[in-house]
């Protein structure tokens, strides 16, 4: 079962960018998570990580999450520099760095709409890959609800469509966990990152953000290409996620250039 989570373990003062560093503003943040068997995730995590396991009714299960937004502002957290607007998709699994202890995400790659994708991808041998995503959403200008939320991402690698809306009155329900704070601490608020690189090797590069203001929201269809062809979640298992959360903007700080870990580090 999982431990109590509280955010005040967990947020601290931002520290303080330098050098490549970027900030952004991302609009239209969902966090569309599945839980599912963890053997479907064999061979996927180097042996430093492990799945951070969720019970629910009675059985273990691993959770992925995909995570659309567009990135707005984006741009130098230091110099005055040109800003950027882009659509954007990531797919990460939630694990736990056995050497440290920390709540993290596994990264199977992102989906980028925009040329600057060349720069994770081909710079830093990111699995970053180039997609048309398009968002139309309809927010309810008295509540703040999302009316309408529909994303679409055309794509080689993983073609996706979602939408979602947000009834009146519905309350937030995190099955696996003890409490809603620790269903929200396990789900927002990972701030590191590992990944296999294009290349074989294992990347890592963290973020920094406040405390996400998410609130509940309902699926009503999902087409999900990558999950579906890795065999992590069924097209039909796709209609029935864990969890739905949305917030309509918030500000992150992203570290740069990712590292990369040294052989004995892996």
């Known amino acids: 079962m999982q431990a109590h989570l509280k955010f005040k373990q967990f947020l601290h003062p931002r520290p303080r960018p330098s050098g490549i560093d970027v900030i952004c ?3 239209h943040f969902a966090i569309i998570t599945y839980a599912v068997d963890p053997s479907r995730f064999a061979k996927i995590l ?8 969720v019970d629910i009714g009675g059985e273990l299960k691993g959770l992925i999450s995909v995570v659309p937004f567009i990135d707005v502002d984006f741009t130098s957290a230091v110099f005055p520099f040109p800003k950027f607007r882009m659509g954007q998709t990531n797919y990460r699994i939630y ?3 056995r050497r440290t202890g920390e709540r993290c995400v596994w990264f199977l790659g992102t989906t980028l709409d ?9 710079l830093w041998n990111l699995p970053w890959y180039s997609g048309d995503v398009r968002f139309n959403c309809v927010v309810d200008t008295q509540s703040g609800r999302y009316e309408l939320y529909h994303m679409t ?6 073609p996706a469509e ?9 309350s937030l329900a995190l099955d696996g966990f003890p409490d809603i704070e620790t269903g929200l601490v396990y789900l927002t608020h990972p701030l590191a990152g590992f990944y296999h690189r294009r290349d074989g ?4 590069y963290r973020v920094w953000h406040e405390r996400l203001q998410v609130a509940p929201a309902q699926l009503e269809s999902a087409r999900f290409d990558l999950l579906e062809r890795k065999g992590l979640v069924t097209l039909e298992e796709q209609q029935s996620p864990h969890s739905v959360l949305l917030d309509p903007l918030n500000e992150f700080t992203i570290y740069l250039p990712p590292k990369v870990l040294q052989a004995e580090d892996q």
């Open 114 to 122: 925009s040329w600057t994708v060349a720069i994770p991808r081909y």
């Open 25 to 27: 503003k991302l609009q």
């Open 153 to 158: 991402t055309e794509a080689d690698w993983a």
């Open 201 to 204: 090797k294992l990347g890592t």
């Open 46 to 53: 180097p042996d430093r990580f492990k799945l951070d396991l």
């Open 95 to 97: 694990i736990v760095d």
């Open 162 to 170: 979602v939408r979602l809306n947000q009834p009146e009155g519905q």
